[in-house]
């Protein structure tokens, strides 16, 4: 759908970043989206639409086409955005529709430049205005654009116009990468150095001075400490992985985890053979199970044999287990789950009712979804462990996708990625309150998980995932182990 292109970038510009007060019409407002029947959505869309006929503010418009989009009139909020686009052609919605309609139809970046030139002779970029990411998500598509054409020269360029520190690491990033694989090691460093710098800038801020956008260029800090080291370390440069990797740990000890890979690395090469154990653990701990070899390796070198290596390990695996069963508990409800009939890849309906009396894995993803696409391989591994049992059933619920034809990408992507997944289709709007399942459920975030026991209660809710296929397995056989139970075999988290 075209406004979902352009209203990623709105939220992104108006909301996100920016701390504005809401008023009592739009906390109104947002409860009917979130929560309000069917009846209470159609009348706040009908006054909103009479509002959109006479006002002459341009700000609120957009607003209300937007609002229009969240209760479901597509097509009214399209055509309204068309009208403000033309109406006022000096608007953010003008701005936005040039965007999806010219520079993203744009296939060369000679061809992008030319429109992003075009748009600042149109909109130049406001001298005032705080926010000016919408002009940033532009300059890095042509940066990005240029380098892999091949012209280091343009892109950089272009990455020198970006205009909000905070966020400049999404554009130096993905430029780096390229340079990296390109061979061009030289060039890249001083964009992931720049990243890093920036990140911390941010990151050091007294808490009062630290906001949205100082949470925004912290996330990427791990990745970028990473790519950093693991060139240093291929480079034979351990002392610098040492001290990179060692400031960072100081800076955020939550962060130690995300660098065990590469810092187990450089420790053994430094010699510190037990910190380097140590660091082992830590992965083995979160579900990795990959280095075993070298983790019995060092283990050897540092008794002089292997002898209790097995019951190390087994140590380590109870620790594990019993981590997962202490993080699962938190995710634990009680509730019933709602009536549903969705429609398959081949077409035909698979509701709750044909489901009774198994135990059901719902994975709610969409392909646009990184995490949920990240997860998919450790998933397709957690169901192959119940091939067998008949009483337990993996479901993947499609939601949220953005284009029209949705339903052929779906099919494709599950087809070209082997996935033997049973995917329904959540787009079937419950006439009583006009909610698609996933908005029944409360969900605003995918992945979104859920477990079901043979009853029909939810017994937990998760969010978020990993992509470590161990873990996962761990994780979902003790998540449907205990949704097979009785509940009054359990202390649930909520009743």
Known sequence: MKFKTTAALLFMTSSLFAQNKIDDATKRMNEIVQ???????????????????????????????????????????????????????????????FVTNDFYKQKTAKDKENSYKKLLKKWPIP??????????????NIANSYIEEGNKEKSLSYLNQLNERFWRAQGFIPVA???????????????????????????????????????????GYPGYVSQLANIYSNQGKHKEVMTLLENAISKNPTFASRFSNTYFKALEN??????????????????????????????????????????????????????IQEHISQFAINQTMPNFELLNLKGEKVSLESLKGKTL???????????????????????????????????????????????ENVASFISKNNYPFEVVY?????????????????????????????????????????????????????LIESAKKPISQHSLAKK
């Open 127 to 140: 001298k005032t205005d705080e926010i000016k990411i919408a002009y940033d998500y532009l300059i890095a």
């Open 270 to 323: 430094a010699g510190r053979k037990l910190e380097a154990l140590q660091q082992l653990e830590m992965i083995y701990k979160s579900g990795n199970f990959a280095f075993k070899t070298k983790m019995h390796e060092l283990y050897t070198s540092l008794n002089g044999s292997d002898k209790g290596f097995e019951g190390y390990i087994n140590r380590l695996d109870n620790e594990v287990i019993k981590y």
């Open 35 to 97: 929560n309000g029947s069917l009846a209470q959505k159609n009348t706040l869309a009908n006054e909103l639409s009479l509002e959109a006929k006479t006002s002459k503010d341009a700000n609120r418009l957009e607003v209300i086409s937007n609002y229009l989009y969240q209760l479901g009139r597509e097509e009214s909020s399209d055509s309204l955005r068309s009208v403000i686009a033309k109406k006022y052609p000096k608007s953010l919605v003008a701005r936005q529709e």
């Open 426 to 478: 959540d787009d079937q709007k419950d006439p009583n309150n006009g909610k698609i399942l996933a908005e029944k459920l409360g969900i605003t975030g995918i992945p979104a998980k859920f477990i079901v026991d043979k009853d029909g209660i939810i017994r937990y809710k998760l969010t978020g995932s990993s992509s470590e296929i161990d873990y996962i397995k761990l994780e979902m056989k003790e």
């Open 177 to 219: 990468t390229t340079l990296l694989q390109q061979g061009d090691t030289l060039s890249a460093i001083p964009l992931i150095q720049t990243s890093i710098e920036d990140a911390e800038y941010f990151m050091n801020l007294p808490k009062d001075q630290q906001d949205n956008k100082a949470g925004f260029a912290a996330v």
């Open 361 to 407: 894995i719902l994975d709610f993803w969409a392909t646009w979804c990184g995490p949920c696409i990240r997860s998919f391989p450790a998933m397709k591994a957690a169901q192959e462990m119940y091939a067998n049992d008949n009483n337990v059933k993996f479901l993947f619920i499609n939601t949220w996708e953005r284009d029209k034809n949705y339903k």
